[in-house]
């Protein structure tokens, strides 16, 4: 019998895990792998792109898990700097633009995983194309500002403007700061971390004043200012002019799925495609799909939602390949967790914010206490602020919000683990964690919001 050919599009996290998974599993007299690749590089980490951009990563190829060649040394026919155009879902067949020859081709396929990631948002504003406006997605993205900041004037004023207050946004307005630049964040909303509360954000606000960043909320992006040489000299907004030697966008990130929708693919709310547990595209048993051009099912909500991260885009390759290859395995969903820094500044969620509860109908009540992530006497105790929200009545935790220095961060997974199992916060203020005075008070942060939060469920039944 003649072997199998699995095509995968996207040469990144989720469809090299993907085409690896599948490999493992079957050899290549029983499945031919090929996969394109439309940038110069593949299975890299893009959340350290920011980390790379500031300086604490030395070197781009730092970020690279795995070359092209070592995926080729695996039999996996990988064809960088191709671009597929077109799918054409009856016919079982792709189009693919090698974009250095221009040529392009027909290839068919027995089984297709689409792993065409995210896009940066860029607002279809005057200016947005200008030369020193840059999104940051992929390595190419990063090389791309990294040039850009390497062609300004060294003496003088260096001055970043960020558009977006999100993760990414955050992460590389402290990236921008540590290249020596004055920084202005651009935030339309009425805090920084929509991701948070707006209470939570404003702690992080604070922060960001305290590091010497400048924030301004309420301020939309109207256009972008260039000089006589078609570089950006100043961002406006609705709020104010701001002058920029260089422009970042940080306002997220929309999926990736223009070819998929060409074709007919079924997309969700977020404009991601629509998998089922075994992450196949609904409706086509031979197609699947993965990472960030995705929608995945948000336990706690039980609504779909599109998260971009890297952590999901690793997890489905490995189901898919699984799948593929003759396995078995499923995807079957989040609950919203993320960990964030800028600077000594950490930033956690998880779960549902007080906006999400509402929108799905839940009443809930909210407790917000603040403590130290290491006992209060030992030598680097420092201040950490945790939010909890449950269910009114059942007392389900429904989800968590920290700010905090170092040490605080990671304390979410607790509560990511809780909200999994589906626990009260009652059931919470039991947990065994771990305790010495290096590490935390002799009642942990979560667990103390956890008490505080029992408190607020019964209150509010009486």
């Not at 040039?147 to 004037?153: G, N």
């Not at 990472?291 to 909500?301: K, Y």
Request: hydrophobic residues 40%.
């Amino acid at each position: 019998m003649a072997a199998e050919r699995l095509v995968v599009i996207g040469g990144d996290a989720a469809g090299m895990s993907a085409a690896s998974q599948a490999r493992r599993l079957k050899g290549p007299d029983a499945l031919e792998i090929l996969a394109f690749e439309r940038g110069h590089f593949t299975s890299y980490s893009a959340c350290g792109i920011p980390y790379w951009v500031g300086g604490d990563v030395e070197a781009r190829d730092d970020l690279i898990a795995r070359t092209p060649e070592e995926h080729r040394e695996r039999d996996i026919d990988l064809r960088m700097r191709t671009e597929v155009t077109e799918l054409d879902v009856a016919g079982q067949r792709v189009k693919a633009l090698d974009r250095e020859s221009g040529k392009t081709y027909w290839t068919g396929f027995d089984k297709l995983v689409i792993a065409t990631g995210a896009r940066p948002v860029r607002p279809a504003l005057p200016g947005m194309d200008a030369a020193g406006v840059h999104g940051v997605q992929t390595l190419d993205d990063g090389q791309a500002l990294l040039d850009s900041l390497d062609a300004l004037r060294s003496e003088g004023p260096r001055r970043a403007v960020v558009v977006g207050a999100g993760y990414i946004g955050v992460e590389m307005a402290e990236a921008m700061l540590k290249r020596g630049f004055e920084v202005t964040v651009l935030n339309r909303g009425e805090q920084p971390m929509a991701t948070l509360d707006a209470d939570m954000g404003r702690l992080v606000h604070e922060a960001l004043d305290g590091l010497g960043i400048t924030t301004v909320n309420g301020a939309a992006v109207t256009k972008i200012l260039t000089g006589p040489d078609g570089r950006v000299t100043e961002v406006a907004t609705d709020a104010g002019t701001y002058p920029a030697d260089v422009v970042v966008l940080g306002i997220g990130v929309e999926p990736e799925t223009g070819l998929a929708r060409a074709a007919g693919l079924p997309v969700g709310p977020h404009g991601g495609l629509l998998t089922d547990l075994a992450m196949r595209v609904v409706g086509h048993d031979n197609i699947w799909a993965g990472g960030d051009c995705v929608e995945v099912l948000d336990l706690v909500a039980g609504r779909t939602r599109h998260v971009a991260l890297g952590t999901h885009a690793n997890k489905h390759g490995q189901v898919i390949g699984s799948n593929i290859g003759g396995g078995y395995g499923t995807f079957p969903g989040v609950v919203g967790t993320a960990v964030s820094k800028v600077c000594d500044l950490e930033i956690a969620r998880t779960g549902l914010r007080e906006k999400d509860a509402r929108a799905v109908g839940l009443r809930y009540v909210t407790a917000t206490i603040e403590s130290t992530q290491r006992a209060g006497y030992y030598p680097g105790a420092k201040p950490m602020t945790v939010k909890m929200i449950a269910e009114l009545r059942t007392g389900r935790l429904l989800g968590v919000q920290i700010v905090g220095r170092e040490g605080s961060a990671k304390r979410v997974d607790v509560a990511a683990v809780a909200l999994t199992a589906g626990m009260t916060v009652e059931q919470m203020t039991a947990l065994d964690l771990g305790y010495a005075p290096p590490f935390s008070p002799v009642w942990d942060p979560v667990l103390v919001a956890a008490r505080k939060t029992v408190a607020a469920v019964r209150g509010a039944e009486s």
